[in-house]
Nanobody, 124 residues
Framework: QVQLVESGGGLVQAGGSLRLSCAASGRTFSSYSMGWFRQAPGKERKFVAAINWSGGRTYYADSVKGRFTISRDNAKTTVYLQMNSLKPEDTAVYYC?????????????????WGQGTQVTVSS
């Protein structure tokens, strides 16, 4: 079992930056692939970024590539999402998720564990 708690969301102007954190409980964090998804009001949850257990492989949605960076610190059992050059269309609730799988990380159904989400609002 893994419990996930996100933090770092907030209100920021377009062009600004935020760093989201996801703290995980459990001694097996380093064996999990981790991902970030987001859901805007009235829309389905969408993939943002994912990282494999070691941090050696990362994956990004085209819409955030070059602006967002996912990373992890296994010693701190935390995964991060650095978001730069934010746009109003990035406004959403951001969810952290974990899975033991190394495949299909762009799909929400791959992930078994989810956090409660943190709101990110980007004003124009």
């Amino acid at each position: 079992q893994v419990q996930l708690v996100e933090s770092g969301g907030g209100l920021v102007q377009a062009g600004g930056s935020l760093r989201l954190s996801c703290a995980a409980s459990g001694r097996t964090f380093s064996s999990y692939s981790m991902g970030w998804f987001r859901q805007a009001p009235g829309k389905e949850r969408k993939f943002v970024a994912a990282i494999n257990w070691s941090g050696g492989r990362t994956y990004y949605a085209d819409s955030v590539k070059g602006r967002f960076t996912i990373s992890r610190d296994n010693a701190k059992t935390t995964v991060y999402l650095q978001m730069n050059s934010l746009k109003p269309e990035d406004t959403a609730v951001y969810y952290c998720a974990g899975t033991r799988s190394a495949y299909g990380l762009g799909t929400s159904s791959t992930f078994d564990y989810w956090g409660q989400g943190t709101q990110v609002t980007v004003s124009s």
